[in-house]
């Protein structure tokens, strides 16, 4: 069992940073593949970040892709989401979630999800 919960949300301006953390409990946090995702009202779930079990491997959505960092940091159980250059449409739910494997962009195929930081980007 892995229980993730984020942290770090808030209200930010246009054009300005955010970082968000994700702590998770367990022994197994390294054995783990990290994702961000992301949901705005009336809107679906989307894929923003992922990074591999040791932090060798990340990928962004073209949306994010160039403004936001994803990193862990697998002696303190914790991924983070920087997010830089943020905009309007960055305003939502943002969620982190766990699963075995790298490479998916789906948010069915993962086990673990924590409760959610709200991010709201205003001028």
């Known amino acids: 069992q892995v229980q993730l919960v984020e942290s770090g949300g808030g209200a930010v301006q246009i054009g300005g940073s955010l970082r968000l953390s994700c702590a998770a409990s367990?022994?197994?946090?390294?054995?783990?593949?990290m994702s961000w995702f992301r949901q705005a009202p009336g809107k679906e779930r989307e894929f923003v970040a992922t990074?591999?079990?040791?932090?060798?491997?990340?990928y962004y959505a073209d949306s994010v892709k160039g403004r936001f960092t994803i990193s862990r940091d697998n002696a303190k159980n914790t991924v983070f989401l920087q997010m830089n250059s943020v905009m309007p449409e960055d305003t939502a739910v943002y969620y982190c979630?766990?699963?075995?494997?790298?490479?998916?962009?789906?948010?069915?195929?993962?086990?673990?999800w924590g409760q959610g930081t709200q991010v709201t980007v205003s001028s």
């Open positions: 979630a766990a699963r075995s494997t790298y490479g998916s962009m789906n948010w069915d195929d993962y086990n673990y």
């Open positions: 367990g022994r197994t946090f390294s054995r783990f593949c």
């Open positions: 990074i591999s079990s040791q932090g060798v491997m990340t």
